[in-house]
């Protein structure tokens, strides 16, 4: 699994969990922080797709 896809993973569970265990996160931060989470596994699933069509 490509570092961007864990790093994502990790940041869209903690939002989702600081969120409902600590502190409830205003809207507009809990949005950004979300989109960006999304935006990182996407871009480590494109990273990782050119990679292993590198190596063929």
């Not at 961007?4 to 993973?9: D, E, K, Q, S």
Request: aromatic share 6%; proline share 4%.
């Amino acid at each position: 699994m490509n570092r961007w896809i864990t790093a994502g993973i990790a940041l869209g569970g903690g939002t989702i969990a600081f969120d409902h265990l600590v502190h409830t996160l205003p809207h507009p931060a809990a949005v950004v922080l979300f989109t960006s989470a999304v935006i990182m596994i996407l871009a480590g699933m494109i990273m990782e797709r050119k990679a292993t069509s590198m190596h063929e």
